[in-house]
């Protein structure tokens, strides 16, 4: 078989259907043979694209896999002349997420065809999206053809996306126009019931766009609880919409809490910020500075400390007098191992002393600002305070984070201590500059997690530096965790050293990738071998020419697990090659989980040539999954359907009368 560029065959001929060209396609099946994996996936990318030929093409050979996915996914990019083929040819049931999909992306004429030629219908929580984005013209389908009768999920998101177009028009049509007293009651129970308020107002005042109008058109209609309004105030200054909150503080009464000035200072919204001080008398929490400080926000946090201690009322002044130099100790940590040198700098002009007022533990804390990589920082504490990094932890961090700079300067200012970790970490995260710095100028060394962490992580160069420059060596899980990630090139470095060593994890783990290349190496070149994990994880993965391999050389074989695992995920070639070439067979597990994934072809397989067939919870996973094309094949078989009969009897009514309308609409 010609080798392809590709880690899959399951890859390389869904790639080929999703481009649409049917002769590369047919050329592959006849290249891969046997090996050739199409699933239901495989249609489903070519009903994404809109290739109708090759849709048609995989519908007439592998009838099977045109399953309920391949519409849905249609619907979802509004492929409607693929939708129109699969109705004429496919008998595959079909369900609400069809329209669901087609409705909230917008696909108007995909909704229009699907209701007047189909009978599954939509839901009220798939077409919430309709809301979200705003398609009105298939909300007024939706209305004008009574196909969604429940409309408190769309009102919610088109709230939450600001289109009032979207809620002018169901309100004006479900409670202003309603047809029915019923219609109106829907609508008047979501709001005064809070199911729309209660989410939602709060939710508009975080969206971007007409969310003032929104707020405006539902206010001057409804009245909401005094709860709601003032989280919507905390909401909106959060978010930073200052039209919002002048529009409550002028039009409303009910305020604020002191989250909404804590929120805003700690998302950087100045100009809501100054209003609240300005207007409201909630005030804030020493936590508003705190966060003001932390995310860099010198003029948000100057105001706080300047104006809003001065108009807070003398109670709240006392209790913030009390709490004032812990949030400024804490502000000025936060600061500083974020690195925002102007707001360092204003404390240390304004609040001399603020270097005194800290703990023990929050000067510990400061050496993140080392392990950050704030070298300024760094150097504006030491001229200052006389401070620069007390711990390990800071150079460690640094050298792990691959500030060399930062470790440089901690090492010629003999200001901290390091451990080995710092190579390690160094190492493990590839930074070969730093490496060499600790290895040229300190004494620490490493130890064997340095070339163990890097080889994991594929840093070749790292890799080949240590075992030039260095003693410790490595362990197995240098080879283990190299041969896992794929990384073929380390793996041989590590093989020429002497006394290197793997464990079966090194197989086992590339064969769960997919790695042959690194599979065939440790084969043919290590003893350590394999478990029957290798061929198991290799068929559960879809990995055909790894399983294909190890059958062929090797003998540590595999379990159940392998044709189970491969079943579930649908690989029906790794299915036919171990029922034809091994002798572990499956579990009922096999096509209990085929049918939870709907991988109807997979099912019909081992219940043509396995005994092992499928329990009741292979038909409870059809049900619950709406695979009824599935569940229908289960009852084919004689199986017990316990309390799922009920349910089911109907659905496989429901089945029966859509395909005798559709074969005959008379």
């Known amino acids: 078989m010609m080798q392809l560029p590709y880690d899959d065959e399951k890859d390389v001929m869904t790639a080929a259907a999703g481009c649409g060209d049917l002769r590369v396609f047919q050329w592959l099946e006849a290249t891969l043979g046997e090996d050739a994996c199409v699933t239901a996936w495989t249609a489903a990318e070519a009903a994404q694209e809109g ?8 519908h007439d ?47 108007v004429d995909v909704v229009r065809f699907l209701h007047e030629h189909r009978e599954e219908g939509c839901t009220s929580m798939g077409v919430s999206k309709v809301g979200a984005h705003g398609h009105l013209a298939v909300v007024q389908y939706l209305s004008e053809h009574d196909i969604l009768r ?11 996306g600001g289109h009032l177009d979207i809620i002018e028009f169901v309100f004006r049509k479900y409670v202003r126009g309603a047809t029915s007293t019923q219609d109106a009651v829907r609508v008047e129970d979501l709001m005064k019931s809070g199911s729309l308020a209660a989410p939602s107002m709060s939710d508009v005042a975080a969206t971007n766009g007409r969310r003032l109008s929104v707020i405006q058109f539902l206010d001057k209609r409804y009245p909401f609880p005094v709860a709601d309004y003032t989280k919507l105030m905390d909401f909106a200054a959060a978010y930073g919409h200052l039209d919002v909150v002048q529009y409550l503080h002028f039009y409303r009464t009910e305020g604020c809490t002191t989250s909404a000035l804590d929120q805003a200072a700690a998302n950087g919204h100045l100009d809501v910020v100054q209003f609240l001080c300005a207007r ?22 100057q105001l706080l400390y300047q ?31 974020e690195g925002h040198m102007d707001i360092i700098k204003w404390m240390l ?25 704030h070298l300024d920082v760094l150097q504006l504490l030491r001229d200052r305070v006389g401070w620069c990094g007390t711990s390990e932890r ?11 700079d930062v470790v440089k300067y901690l090492h010629e200012t003999k200001s901290a201590r390091c451990s080995m970790g710092a190579m390690d970490g160094a190492a493990t995260n590839g930074y070969l500059e730093v490496v060499h710095f600790l290895h040229q100028h300190r004494s620490e060394g490493c130890t064997t997690a340095a070339i163990d962490g890097a080889a994991g992580n594929g840093h070749v160069a790292v890799v080949e530096f240590l075992l030039r420059h260095r003693k410790e060596g490595f362990t197995s899980d240098a080879m283990d965790n190299a041969a896992g990630g794929g990384y073929l090139e380390i793996l041989l470095l590590l093989h020429a050293q002497p006394g290197s060593r793997c464990t079966t994890d090194a197989m086992d783990r590339a064969a769960s990738e997919g790695w042959l290349r690194i599979v065939r190496f440790l084969h043919e070149n290590r003893t350590e071998g394999c478990t029957v994990a290798a061929m198991d994880s290799a068929a559960g993965h879809g990995h055909l020419h790894v399983v294909k391999f190890l059958h062929a050389h090797r003998t540590d074989g595999c379990t159940t697990d392998a044709m189970d695992g491969a079943a579930d995920q649908g690989f029906l070639n790794v299915v036919k090659f171990l029922q034809k070439h091994r002798r572990e067979g499956c579990t009922t597990d096999a096509m209990d989980g085929a049918a939870k994934h709907g991988f109807l072809s997979v099912i019909r397989f081992l219940s043509e040539n396995r005994a092992e067939g499928g329990t009741y919870y ?41 395909e005798l309308r559709r074969i005959s609409p008379s």
């Open 61 to 107: 050979k592998y009838p099977d896999e045109c399953s309920h996915i391949v519409p849905e996914r249609a619907a979802e990019y509004g492929q409607l002349p693929v939708l129109r083929f699969l109705h004429e040819h496919c008998h595959h049931r079909w369900s609400s997420q069809v329209m669901d999909n087609a409705a909230g992306n917008g696909h």
């Open 349 to 373: 002009e304004t609040r001399p002393g603020v270097w005194e007022t800290l703990m023990p533990s929050q000067k510990a804390e400061m050496n993140e600002v080392a392990v950050h990589g």
């Open 280 to 301: 409201r008398p909630e005030g804030c929490t020493p936590q508003a500075m705190v966060s003001a400080a932390q995310n860099g926000h010198l003029e948000i946090f």
């Open 51 to 58: 290739h109708v030929a090759m849709v048609q093409y995989l």
């Open 150 to 160: 429940s409309w408190t999920q769309v009102l919610i998101e088109a709230a939450r």
């Open 618 to 658: 292979g038909m409870q996973n059809a049900v619950e999954q709406r695979n009824l094309d599935v569940a229908a094949y289960f009852h084919s078989l004689g199986l017990v359907i316990d309390e799922y009969g009920w349910e089911l009897a109907m659905w496989l009514s429901d089945w029966a009368i859509t």
């Open 394 to 404: 800071a150079m460690d961090g640094a050298a792990a984070n691959g500030h060399l």
């Open 307 to 337: 104006q809003c201690m001065a108009n807070v009322t003398r109670k709240r002044r006392v209790d913030w007098d009390q709490a004032k130099d812990r949030a400024l100790a804490a502000a000025f940590v936060s600061a500083a191992s």
